[in-house]
């Protein structure tokens, strides 16, 4: 008997936390939770649907990667109505790129929430990116387009598609900024510090001081990009003046 | 006075014609009609916005075609749930086939609405394909994502996606259905006639008799798409019996 209401309490506590991080990392509140647990469940586990069918996310990824091809098409459409469409092409292809979605992927820590029969430790690279495809697929399944372009935008565009960036034009915010304090004999200092609060996922903060004045304050995955970020808004912020 | 009064009337009317003509094609009638006009600009037309940006069918093209990938990706995956993703990617490929959106684009005589500087006769027979993915990306543009997979549902998918036929399995259903009349000695009949009604599109209707019964009716824009749809239509039908 306490042996079943083990088994019951620590399903439904599993249960339940796999509800609260995906809550954490979709951004809402996912509504049929099987298409998220089979965007988690690697193929190893041989699971097979009452047809036969396998249930892994591999399905998932095909799925995901056409919706973020629609969504960041729709937004490179709009953003840059001077591209040709060979030039709209490339940028999505940098966008969407494997290298890019294995970051987004693992910024998420996908991994920590996939279900295996192997080590984790032997799986490649990409498999943070093919997570976050199907982690999309997922979405658009549970919740529709409109769902999965507003995932596609926190996640994706809003903090890491800059156009100018993009076209390798500023390599780097930080370096625009850092440069034009010492031209103009600014102190400047970045400060760091983690900022997880209610989050399943770290997080870091940045203050951006420029003699001794916040001038831009930003949030992310890791020191860096947090960096980036709030120079990026202290750029757009002081852009009069730099230029 | 007249002279002002006749090409404001040729205008409207000119206008009010393509939105009939439009509201024909879509299947519903479109909201700003800019963006379908953009889909039938040709480039040769040299037109730019008050930016300089170019106005023609080009940068739609780009994000039309995302649109049907990722509809008829979301259609093949719940429609074929035993395939895989290489699976899936094949058969998408085929549908989206520059050859298959030629016939689309051809089928709804999209090149007489065009507008150009050069002959139409000097055009390739891709501009019948990329006029069909420029609209898709007006309809994006105009009415969302939901108007998109509807148009795609009803112009591509319902009449065209046939996964046994995508796989090979069946050639053509007519033949299907001929030689089932032979081997059981009925006597069959196709009889076709011009279905245009109300159309703006030159439409075909079919009557499939087995034995002086009609067993199925069917409405395409070729004969041979008619015939083939009531065949198929009188496959399923009869498909117990033919087994």
Redesign the interface.
């Given at each position: 008997m306490s042996v079943i209401r083990n088994i019951l309490n620590s399903r439904s506590s599993k249960g339940g936390n796999f509800f609260n991080v995906l809550t954490q990392i979709l951004g809402f509140r996912p509504k049929n939770i099987s298409h998220y647990k089979r965007a988690f469940t690697h193929r190893s586990l041989n699971k097979k649907?009452a047809?036969?069918?396998?249930i892994n996310f591999?399905?998932l990824?095909?799925?995901g990667?056409?919706?973020l091809?629609?969504v960041v098409?729709?937004h490179l459409?709009k953003a840059v109505?001077?591209?040709?469409?060979g030039y709209?092409?490339k940028m999505r292809s940098k966008v969407v790129s494997r290298k890019h979605l294995n970051e987004l992927g693992k910024d998420l820590r996908l991994i920590d929430h996939i279900e295996t029969n192997i080590p984790k430790e032997q799986f490649g690279v990409n498999v943070h990116g093919n997570l976050f495809e199907a982690l999309v697929?997922a979405i658009?399944l549970d919740k529709g387009?409109?769902y999965c372009?507003r995932f596609i935008y926190e996640r994706v565009i809003d903090p890491y598609v800059d156009i100018e960036q993009l076209e390798g034009k500023v390599i780097s915010y930080k370096s625009l900024l850092i440069e034009w304090c010492q031209k103009e004999k600014k102190e400047f200092d970045y400060e760091v510090y983690e900022d997880t609060g209610r989050d399943e996922l770290k997080h870091f903060g940045v203050k951006l001081r420029i003699n001794d004045r916040v001038v831009a304050k930003a949030r992310a995955t890791s020191k860096k990009k947090a960096e980036e970020k709030a120079s990026k808004r202290a750029y757009y912020a002081l852009q009069n003046k730099m230029e």
């Open positions: 649907d047809d036969g069918n396998a591999e399905r990824e095909f799925l990667d056409a919706m091809s629609a098409a729709s459409f109505p001077g591209g040709n469409e709209l092409t697929g658009y387009y409109k372009k």
